[in-house]
């Protein structure tokens, strides 16, 4: 077969797909309603930056409910990815996410009692850089404590508000910088540590990482698309293409979903499994 014949019979399977946010509508109603949201960045010809793709995944069954490619990362791009999770009657409990002010402010308006968890990782990482942790040991006892005494050990906010002020009598004193880091993290604490409220709540949003990184991969061999229409339609492939592939490397407590397929665990009771190219319909166990 010839590349460019290879190449057309390629984009008319993608074509042949269906669309991903439908699929949910259509067949998925399973969801756990914890959510982690991030954006992947990728490079589209006419546009002078790379341009985001906001997607979710849930938690406990790893689907990807939404995901849409807009051309900047704002309140309006949020808007609408939360109106999309709602005509799709997705009861969202909970988005993990990273310190984003257009998310937050989108979340608000659609959904206004969902709680936000913010990313131990992300915020524990943005502290270390501004302190230079990394190539200066001034702040490291000042950071381990507070990793230990604020974020790792307690379990309660009780615990918690203890822990501040043992970080900030063993080691901040009179420095504004940290005086500063502790003041920031009693402001955040209803969405540093929101996870106390939801069960099986993650603090972090490692999961939709790992997603990246895959994505990632795929990307680079791609450099770019030529269109904002030929990168939905791969994206949307890529997403299908998540949904309807086995897991096989989960391990502690997800290990349940080995051997299985994340639309398998979202799908509806007793709904028939959907027509995909290339897909075979899974041996369901409901």
Same mark, same amino acid.
């Given at each position: 077969?010839?590349?460019?014949?290879?190449?057309?019979?390629?984009?008319?399977?993608?074509?042949?797909?269906?669309?991903?946010?439908?699929?949910?509508?259509? #067949?998925?109603?399973?969801?756990?309603?914890?959510?982690?949201?991030?954006?992947?960045?990728?490079?589209?010809?006419?546009?002078?930056?790379?341009?985001?793709?906001?997607?979710?995944?849930? #938690?406990?069954?790893?689907?990807?409910?939404?995901?849409?490619?807009?051309?900047?990362?704002?309140?309006?791009?949020?808007?609408?990815?939360?109106?999309?999770?709602?005509?799709?009657?997705?009861?969202?409990?909970?988005?993990?996410?990273?310190?984003?002010?257009?998310?937050?402010?989108?979340?608000?308006?659609?959904?206004? =009692?969902?709680?936000?968890?913010?990313?131990?990782?992300?915020?524990?990482?943005?502290?270390?850089?501004?302190?230079?942790?990394?190539?200066?040991?001034?702040?490291? *006892?000042?950071?381990?404590?507070?990793?230990?005494?604020?974020?790792?050990?307690?379990?309660?906010?009780?615990?918690?508000?203890?822990?501040?002020?043992?970080?900030?009598?063993?080691?901040?004193?009179? $420095?504004?910088?940290?005086? #500063?880091?502790?003041?920031?993290?009693?402001?955040?604490?209803?969405?540093?540590?929101?996870?106390?409220?939801?069960?099986?709540?993650?603090?972090?949003?490692?999961?939709?990482?790992?997603?990246?990184?895959?994505? $990632?991969?795929?990307? =680079?061999?791609? =450099?770019?698309?030529?269109?904002? *229409?030929?990168?939905?339609?791969?994206?949307?492939?890529?997403?299908?293409?998540?949904?309807?592939?086995?897991?096989?490397?989960?391990?502690?407590?997800?290990?349940?979903?080995?051997?299985?397929?994340?639309?398998?665990?979202?799908? =509806?009771?007793?709904?028939?499994?959907?027509?995909?190219?290339?897909?075979?319909?899974?041996?369901?166990?409901?």
């Amino acid at each position: 077969m010839s590349p460019a014949k290879a190449y057309r019979q390629v984009i008319n399977e993608m074509n042949s797909l269906p669309e991903n946010t439908r699929l949910t509508y259509d #067949y998925c109603n399973r969801f756990s309603g914890i959510l982690c949201v991030d954006g992947k960045y990728v490079k589209v010809k006419g546009y002078k930056k790379k341009i985001p793709f906001i997607y979710g995944i849930d #938690y406990l069954t790893h689907d990807i409910p939404v995901g849409m490619l807009v051309p900047s990362e704002n309140e309006q791009a949020f808007l609408k990815y939360f109106k999309l999770l709602k005509i799709l009657n997705y009861s969202l409990q909970i988005v993990i996410c990273d310190d984003t002010s257009p998310l937050k402010s989108g979340l608000k308006h659609i959904y206004s =009692k969902a709680r936000i968890q913010m990313c131990h990782t992300h915020y524990l990482e943005n502290i270390r850089q501004n302190l230079n942790i990394r190539t200066d040991e001034k702040y490291h *006892h000042f950071f381990n404590s507070l990793i230990k005494h604020v974020f790792r050990d307690p379990k309660n906010k009780k615990e918690r508000e203890k822990g501040l002020h043992h970080v900030y009598t063993k080691h901040v004193k009179n $420095n504004e910088i940290l005086q #500063y880091i502790l003041i920031d993290i009693a402001k955040k604490q209803h969405q540093l540590f929101a996870y106390e409220q939801v069960n099986h709540c993650p603090r972090t949003n490692n999961i939709i990482e790992s997603y990246n990184s895959h994505l $990632n991969g795929r990307l =680079k061999t791609i =450099k770019g698309f030529q269109s904002f *229409h030929s990168a939905e339609r791969w994206l949307n492939a890529w997403m299908i293409r998540r949904r309807t592939k086995s897991f096989t490397d989960c391990n502690t407590k997800f290990k349940y979903l080995n051997r299985r397929t994340s639309l398998e665990m979202s799908i =509806k009771k007793q709904a028939k499994w959907p027509d995909i190219h290339g897909v075979q319909a899974p041996n369901m166990k409901r």
